[in-house]
């Protein structure tokens, strides 16, 4: 499960996973991501704010994943791993190298920092 909240005034979407993520948690992520893409053209971040890495449900769900970043990671100009985990810090690294935002890694108390970051040109 995956709370969302769109920020339509700073052009991010957030991510807060809850739980094992599910092919419907991608579905609500990819209606408001790509509302806002439709209307200006790019998300200015996305950022994902967890503890831990949740995994997934079901294979739907890692499914799902991977169809929602090809089908965005061209529209987004940054995304901000918010985390102390080590999964996410070397899925940062990672990914930085296979998308084209930038990638950024933050602490997890330092989710403004992030969103600073974002908003930078």
């Keep these: 499960m995956i709370q969302h909240e ?5 052009g991010v ?13 991608f579905a609500a992520i990819t209606r408001d991501a790509s509302g806002y893409i439709a209307t200006n053209g790019a998300l200015d971040g996305f950022m994902i ?6 995994g997934y449900k079901n294979p739907q769900g890692l ?7 090809r089908a965005h990671h061209k529209k987004i100009k940054k995304v ?7 999964f996410y ?10 998308v084209q935002p930038k990638v950024k890694h933050f602490g ?9 970051w ?4």
């Design 89 to 98: 810090e070397i899925a940062s690294r990672v990914v930085s190298r296979c």
């Design 108 to 116: 997890y108390r330092h989710e403004d920092s992030a969103l600073n």
């Design 6 to 10: 769109m920020h339509h005034d700073k």
């Design 63 to 69: 499914l799902s994943h991977l169809k929602f970043v």
């Design 80 to 86: 901000a791993f918010v985390s102390d985990s080590r």
């Design 49 to 54: 704010c967890a503890q831990k890495f949740p």
């Design 118 to 121: 974002i908003g930078a040109s």
């Design 13 to 25: 979407l957030i991510v807060k996973p809850q739980g094992p993520l599910t092919a419907e948690d």
